[in-house]
């Protein structure tokens, strides 16, 4: 594990420093937006959506990797105008803008102070620096949201105490981190992309995780393993497979491809068998 001092050395570059480039106004993109917009509507109660993008958006129930990367796009979170919602390690600011756009108050904090000037300039209220030294008041946040968040700190029960004292009485925290025995994981071993080495400090199983929400004091939590990412597990972790037995230090990333689809499918088979092999956790946590 790098020392605290020497851990900015590892996000020199990381991904959340530049925008990812705007998709295409190709028709087959917009038929995609109308899709997610529409499921997100029926799932979520998100209101002003057109009944014929509600229709469309039936048809991703028949595929479930994709119903995983909408469920993902809005923290699974139902609609809640007018809401206080802090994202902790919010990066670029991505999931902020989304979720502004919905309807929620949003601010966020993150350590890179890279990443923080990126989503300041879209206008995003961003602090830098960790949870703890933001010294926010009790009781401030309706909802506190960690994407991958909770695997790069030092201390992530020090995080979710932190979390529980600023949320709201019934308040919610809704927290996302790889899966440390997911079918990835057991599959690739060593090049599993899940463990992003130095970056990633702690992994989680399911049951740990639910653990240490009630070990802080949260009074119900739903921990659930997903399938999201699945595609992208299974290729840069083959990748960097083949980059190991080359003897390389990085490994090129292709893109998409009908192995990658396969291999979400199976796991989402084999996820009906052993609901544990997803390669993602989700915690709901009520204060």
Not at 156 to 162: K, R, S
Request: with cysteine.
């Amino acid at each position: 594990m790098p020392l605290k001092e020497d851990i900015g050395i590892a996000y020199q570059h990381y991904y959340t420093h530049h925008d990812i480039s705007t998709p295409s106004n190709t028709w087959a993109r917009r038929a995609y937006d109308a899709i997610k917009d529409g499921y997100v509507a029926l799932r979520y109660g998100y209101p002003d959506t057109p009944t014929w993008k509600k229709l469309l958006g039936m048809l991703i129930y028949l595929h479930p990797g994709r119903r995983a990367d909408f469920d993902f796009s809005v923290m699974y979170l139902p609609a809640y105008r007018k809401g206080d919602l802090l994202e902790v390690g919010c990066g670029s600011g991505e999931m902020l803008t989304r979720i502004q756009g919905l309807g929620w108050h949003v601010e966020g904090v993150d350590f890179d102070s890279c990443a923080v000037q990126n989503a300041r300039s879209k206008g995003l209220h961003v602090q830098l620096g960790t949870l703890e030294e933001q010294s926010y008041p009790d009781n401030h946040f309706d909802v506190i949201t960690m994407s991958h968040t909770i695997e790069h700190v030092y201390d992530p029960v020090g995080y979710l105490g932190e979390s529980y004292r600023i949320l709201r009485d019934g308040g919610q925290l809704v927290l996302v981190t790889p899966n440390n025995e997911s079918l990835g994981h057991k599959s690739f071993r060593a090049a599993w992309r899940g463990l992003e080495v130095p970056r990633h400090l702690y992994l989680f199983s399911a049951k740990v995780l639910q653990k240490l929400s009630h070990m802080v004091g949260f009074r119900s939590s739903n921990v659930k393993v997903t399938i999201r990412n699945a595609r992208g597990i299974y290729l840069a972790s083959h990748a960097l497979q083949r980059a190991e037995g080359n003897g390389k230090g990085e490994a090129f990333i292709p893109n998409p491809n009908v192995k990658a689809e396969i291999w979400q499918l199976m796991e989402w088979v084999l996820c009906r068998i052993n609901p544990n092999l997803g390669e993602e956790i989700t915690l709901l946590a009520v204060k």
